[in-house]
């Protein structure tokens, strides 16, 4: 992952996306020591733990979800136009509809989910997993002794900012 608004501590993250005809799977792993994994419940502020994020936006989209699990599986999901326009995304089955599995690891921490295609087209109906996502990947904490903000396409903001549609990458669906 790319840029840190703090000096590099030795975290390191890495992302890996499939899909097939009803879900997009997200795979995301944290190497870290100082591992904080504190909220478990809904709709917590995740990102003050060890937090893995995905946000991204279908193509020819104006609105982005935004997901962010720490350790625990605790989600938290939101869905708008920017950091200040955004809704939250709840149903009591959301963890089981995601299917989102953690894992601790010898030197860190992974997450394993889907995105069901169903959820997506909630917001987008005819979304189709093919061209391409505006998106990007990150790893964050903010309550450790070692704060750290990484992202997979680089984020121009003097200060830690994911909420910026205008830096995601893109992502091209291959078949």
Known sequence: MERSWEPDCGVRSFGQLSYDDSNRYVHLRALQKDIRAEYTAPLSPVYKDSCLEFFFMPE???????????????????????????????????SDR???????????????????????????????????????????????????YLSWNPVNSEKPDFHRPQDFGKMIFCY
């Not at 136009?81 to 955004?86: A, E, L, M, T």
């Not at 998106?135 to 903010?142: G, R, S």
Request: net charge negative; charged share 30%.
């Open 60 to 94: 020819g989209g104006d609105r982005y979800f935004n997901l962010e699990i720490n350790p625990k599986g605790c989600l938290y999901i939101e869905l708008g136009h920017n950091k200040s326009d955004r809704f939250i995304q709840y149903r009591d089955d959301i």
């Open 98 to 148: 995601f299917d989102i599995k953690t894992e601790k690891t010898d030197d860190g921490w992974e997450v394993f989910y889907r995105i069901p295609l169903d959820f997506i087209r909630l917001f987008y109906p005819d979304f189709e997993f093919n061209g391409s996502l505006a998106a990007n990947i990150y790893k964050c904490v903010d309550m450790t002794t070692v704060k750290h």
